[in-house]
Nanobody
Framework: QVQLVESGGGLVQAGGSLRLSCAAS????????MGWFRQAPGKEREFVAA???????????YYVDSVKGRFTISRDNAKNTVYLQMSSLKPEDTAVYYC????????????????WGQGTQVTVSS
């Protein structure tokens, strides 16, 4: 089992920034993808960003088009933590943000992820 705990959500004005954190614990994989998804009221869960890595390969990151240039996903191996730095936030970024883990590379759809955090609310006011 993998346990994921998100933190860092909150209320911010449009144009502001937030950094989400996802602390992971539990079993390990030889290859990983850690991703962020979001779900706004009345909408389906949406892929936001992910980072994949394996062994000595430093990995790759990928994003949904709507957040490219504004959001950055990164990881701190020593802390077993993945971050989502969100800048230039817009009201349409308002959602519950979920961290997820997959024991494979380049996972993008929610069905490919095995473990999920409880979610953290991000609200962007106009």
């Amino acid at each position: 089992q993998v346990q994921l705990v998100e933190s860092g959500g909150g209320l911010v004005q449009a144009g502001g920034s937030l950094r989400l954190s996802c602390a992971a614990s539990g079993r390990t994989f030889s290859s990983y993808t850690m991703g962020w998804f979001r779900q706004a009221p009345g909408k389906e869960r949406e892929f936001v960003a992910a980072i994949s890595w394996s062994g000595s390969w430093s990995g790759t990151t990928y994003y949904v088009d709507s957040v490219k240039g504004r959001f950055t996903i990164s990881r701190d191996n020593a802390k077993n933590t993945v971050y989502l730095q969100m800048s230039s936030l817009k009201p349409e970024d308002t959602a519950v943000y979920y961290c997820a883990a997959a024991g494979r590379l380049r996972a993008a759809s929610s069905a490919e992820y095995n473990y999920w955090g409880q979610g953290t609310q991000v609200t962007v006011s106009s």
